[in-house]
């Protein structure tokens, strides 16, 4: 059960987008819609932001947002804010290996 | 107010047993729970999960060593993890699963594996 793969790092400048990606296999994200992205600061639990691939829980900004296409999803983070500046984590149902999550991406409000 | 509390030893013998149990307050425990761990300065693991049913699921690469167990009458999730090694040493977090995903994480407990 292999790590979904993310790019280590994304950065962009205050009120930018920017949008990390999670490539996985038909076995986990291209096999269902059920991609979920956390965010987690330093010393903190992760904070569900995505789940379903596309849907926003309760009291996450609209600036988050998610898409998929086959094999790999997107969290593109619009207008991007200080507060925004962490590591995220994708995260993919698998059938009957359970879940597995991401590599994880550093995002850096420069 | 909801709140998940994670609690343990926090220094565990290597070839001995984590054990660590989740206080589960302000939502039904009729839900799926799961464990994620992270070692330091690393990325996020699903360990495996449990419905109050009493259904468990685990990561395979560590499905012979943990046992994930409920007791409804304290709202508490626990985790045991066999024969520990030092690759065992992360932060354990318990975490609701809804609609495949985690909503719900608690603040989370260190767990050095060391002799």
């Known amino acids: 059960q292999s790590a979904l793969t993310q790019p280590p790092s994304a950065s962009g400048s205050p009120g930018q987008s920017v949008t990390i990606s999670c490539t996985g296999t038909?076995?986990?994200?291209?096999?269902?819609?059920?991609v979920s992205w956390y965010q987690q600061h330093p010393g903190k639990a992760p904070k569900l932001m995505i789940y379903?691939?596309?849907k926003r829980p309760s009291g996450v900004p609209d600036r988050f947002s998610g898409s998929k296409s086959v094999n790999t999803a997107s969290l593109t983070v619009s207008g991007l804010q200080a507060e925004d500046e962490a590591d995220y984590y994708c995260?993919?149902?698998?059938?009957?290996?359970?879940?597995?999550f991401g590599s994880g991406t550093k995002v850096t409000v420069l | 107010q909801v709140h998940l509390q994670e609690s343990g030893p926090g220094l565990v013998q290597p070839s001995g047993t984590l054990s660590l149990t989740c206080d589960v307050s302000?939502?039904?425990?009729?839900?799926?729970w799961s464990w994620v761990r992270q070692p330091p300065g690393k990325g996020l693991e699903w360990i495996g999960e449990?419905?109050?049913?009493?259904?468990?699921n685990y990561n395979p690469s560590l499905k012979s060593r943990v046992t994930i167990s409920m007791d409804k009458s304290k709202s508490q999730v626990s985790l045991r993890l066999n024969s520990a090694t030092a690759a065992d040493t992360a932060v354990y977090y318990c975490?609701?699963?809804?609609?495949?995903?985690?909503?719900?994480w608690g603040q989370g407990t260190m767990v050095t594996v060391s002799s």
């Open positions: 975490a609701r699963g809804i609609y495949h995903a985690f909503d719900i």
């Open positions: 302000g939502v039904s425990i009729n839900d799926w």
């Open positions: 449990m419905f109050h049913s009493g259904t468990t």
């Open positions: 038909s076995r986990d994200v291209g096999g269902y819609d059920f």
């Open positions: 379903e691939d596309t």
């Open positions: 995260s993919s149902f698998a059938g009957s290996l359970g879940y597995v």
